[in-house]
């Protein structure tokens, strides 16, 4: 395979550094990625040539500036193979898109008894806004268990969905196990009983190839800071189907069509689910990113981070005092360690002094570690630019700490 990895790093220059006077090892990329040089000129071209605002424009510049904002529009539905842009719509995240379709939902298909099923691996970003509609619309929260390897029990779906179930939400890939879940299967499963699927793709889109059409989900989520572009930009796709009969999530300008005091009407898609000025410069210059993405290939970075998982994976096995959590078949993105006397935020902070930045703690999926019954782990994860030099540095550095220990 033909991965150059040093271009790909050269992109990153932030990589390049040492903190405490040691070579910086960047392994939190499921945290958030780093950026590269692209995204960075597209922000700075923005600000310097063309910024203003969007949809309403009278001038050149923010006629651009809205030019430029739905061409990225457009790329992210080609990138994800959806239908129409009117099923692409701009959020702040996907914890905004996760609020988004469960409030919005909600209002339209839950009535009270209703059932929503939720994983157990779930991030809480992919909890609590169902447990919030749950309440609201008097419904229950069935829950689809893992077994200890961090496989998701697929056949109990049989048992669990029933008439009443009306959406089923899980994730692409898991924030902590690292499971990459059978989304198609669990999506044609779940449909054979009429039952809408949302994808929380916080840690899919970024490691593997998304094609909604194929997967026939109905609504996918994710984060652009997560797969290396700005902050402050989610995307939800989600099919027109859905999105033509939900109401609006929030009310304010661009999603109104007309306003008087006697009753307003909204915007058409994906407007009505975009009030108020979006984050302009930062959805832009997720272009920057698309691009990147394209010019790397997302078949070439997945078939680089599965190389480099299995490196890290290969590696921890050999220390004998640490227990990795997720042994599915497929894995991708993470993997979360404990070693079997140093607390796992200690041992984050004293890799942090070797100059490995790791993630500790619960990752916000308590139910995860409620299942293993630990209070946390530590959490390396992987992005494009990771080398084959990062694992040695961070394998290097952890086998020194234990030993001091
Ligand atoms: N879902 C998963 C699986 C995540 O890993 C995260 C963030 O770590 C989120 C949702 C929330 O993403 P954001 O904070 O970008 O809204």
Redesign the pocket.
Known sequence: MSYDINKIRSYFPVLNQQVYSKPLVYLDS??STQKPVQVLEAEKRLHNEYYGNIHRAAHYMADKATADFEVVRNQVKLFINASSTEEIIFTK???ESVNLVAFSFGERFISEGDEIIVSEME?H??IVPWQLMAERKKAIIKVLPFNDKGELLIDKLDELITPRTKILTV?HIS?VLGTVNPIKEIITKAHQKNVAVFI?G??GFQHSVVDVKNLDADFYAF?A??AYGPNGV?ILYGKKFWLEQMPPYQGGGEMISEVTFSGTTFNELPYKFEAGTPNITSVIAFGATLDLLQEVGLGNITAWEEKIIKLATNELKKINEVRSYGEASKKSGVISFNHNKIHPYDLGMLLDKTGVAVRTGHH?ADPVMQHFNIPGTVRISFGMYTSEEDIALFIQNLKRIITMF
């Open positions: 499921a945290a995240g996907t914890t991030h970003s992919n994730a924030n929380d916080a840690q984060s800071h997560k989610g916000c």
